[in-house]
Every structure is written in C-alpha cells, then in structure tokens.
C-alpha cells in the first residue's frame, strides 16, 4: 500500500463544504485511492474512490491531483450526521490498511 | 447498494470460552472476505484474509489457531475467538469485497461490527 497522511482532525461549519486532504506521494501508477469513514461504533461506510480523473458521487467528490501524489475528499454541504473519521487508502493488493484517518467534527 | 450484516453485534463472555462472530453478506456474492479488530480509539487493524473454499491469510503477529475462520458459502465467513481472554475485547469488523481483486472494482463493504467483551 502507498502510505498515506491525513491530518488528525479537523472542524467544518455546518451548511459549508468539508475539505479533507490526503497525502499518498509513493503511490504506484495503478493504485487507487479509497476513501471510507467511520461513524462512532460502526462500521466503516465506502465514500468514494479513484484512480486519475476527479470523480463525484451523491456522497462527495474526489480531486486528485496530476501527479496523484494527493487527493481532497470534498462534502460540499456538510451536516451533522457527517461528523467521523474519514480515512484515505491507497492499496496495493485488495487488502486495505488503514491510517489513523481524519478526525471530522461538524459544527452547528 | 451491497449489504454484509454480522451477528451478533454485541457479545459477552467468560475467559477462557469461545466466541463465534458471523459476516453475511445479504445482497452480493463476496468472493474474499477481511476481518478486521479496532482497539478504542484506534484504527482498524487488518486481521485476516479469506477467500471462499480455501484457507485464510493471517497478517503477522495474528494468531491463527486463537483466531479461527471459516469461509464455507460465497455469502458466510465466520470467526471464532477460541479459549477468549480479556485482552481480546474488541470491536470486530469484517468486510467483504465483490472480486477480490486490485483495481477500480476492489472496494469493500463494511459489516456494523461486533463488540466482544471477556470477562
């Protein structure tokens, strides 16, 4: 797996967009990048995921970078319900290992 | 969207008895399946590795003999925690992912886990 970085936590008014950035510099050409998140004792829920282009789902949007060596997981109008650990991944096989993840609180 | 339940979601039990935790998974053929255990406040840990009809992989350090699985249906992977002490109260996650495979089909769908507890 790439490693990636996220930072450990991070505040969003609610209403605005939630930007959440992922750092995977040693990804390989044909890794894609995963993003799941994790409500207080639940499992963790699939977001989104990409290889290059930028990808948009009823969820989030992806935006990857040319060089794939980072990727923002944007929440365009975040809620309440939003507020969890969003984890980026970037596997090489189809095992997932996840990173400590970003820490999102949404505030009213 | 696929659906992979697990039972029971909570559970309770004397040191030194066995625990088996099962993962469905309800609306999809799941050719691998992840088990996964999250300490408070940590991350997910990758357990193990199965495919159905043969035997699992073990990440390192995970006891295979404690941590006993079984992939027997496209559709059911269980996880027995054998002779359980208290350190091994978790929460377990397993997971399941419709090819196995790397690439843009690879995600995995997520069970609501099960919180084991031994007393």
């Known amino acids: 797996d790439a490693k990636t970085t996220q930072p450990p936590s991070m505040d969003c008014a609610e209403g605005r967009a939630a930007n959440l950035p992922c750092n995977h510099s040693t990804i390989s050409g044909n890794e894609y990048v995963y993003w799941y998140r994790q409500i207080h004792s639940q499992g963790p829920q699939y977001i989104i995921h990409?290889?290059?282009n930028n990808e948009t789902n009823e969820m989030a949007s992806l935006i990857i970078t040319e060089d794939r060596k980072s990727s923002t997981l944007i929440l365009p109008h975040a809620t309440l319900r939003d507020t969890a650990v969003y984890y980026c991944?970037?596997?090489?096989?189809?095992?997932?290992?996840f990173g400590t993840g970003t820490s999102l609180t949404v505030i009213p | 969207g696929a659906v992979v339940s697990q039972h029971p979601s909570r559970v309770i039990c004397k040191s030194g008895t066995s625990v088996k935790i099962e993962c469905r998974s309800l609306?999809?053929?799941?050719?691998?399946m992840f088990w996964y255990r999250q300490f408070p406040k940590q991350s997910l840990m990758l357990m193990a590795t199965?495919?159905?009809?043969?035997?699992?992989?073990?990440e390192q350090g995970v006891e295979k003999d404690k941590f006993l699985i079984n992939h027997a249906s496209l559709t059911l992977s269980t996880l027995t925690v054998t002779s359980a002490h208290p350190e091994d109260s978790s929460f377990y996650i397993c997971?399941?992912?419709?090819?196995?495979?790397?690439?843009?089909?690879?995600?995995?769908?997520f069970g609501p886990g099960t919180r084991l507890t031994v007393l």
């Open positions: 990409g290889l290059k």
């Open positions: 609306d999809f053929q799941a050719t691998t």
């Open positions: 991944i970037a596997p090489t096989g189809n095992q997932f290992y």
């Open positions: 997971s399941a992912s419709l090819l196995g495979l790397a690439g843009p089909y690879n995600e995995q769908f």
């Open positions: 199965s495919n159905e009809g043969s035997k699992a992989t073990y």
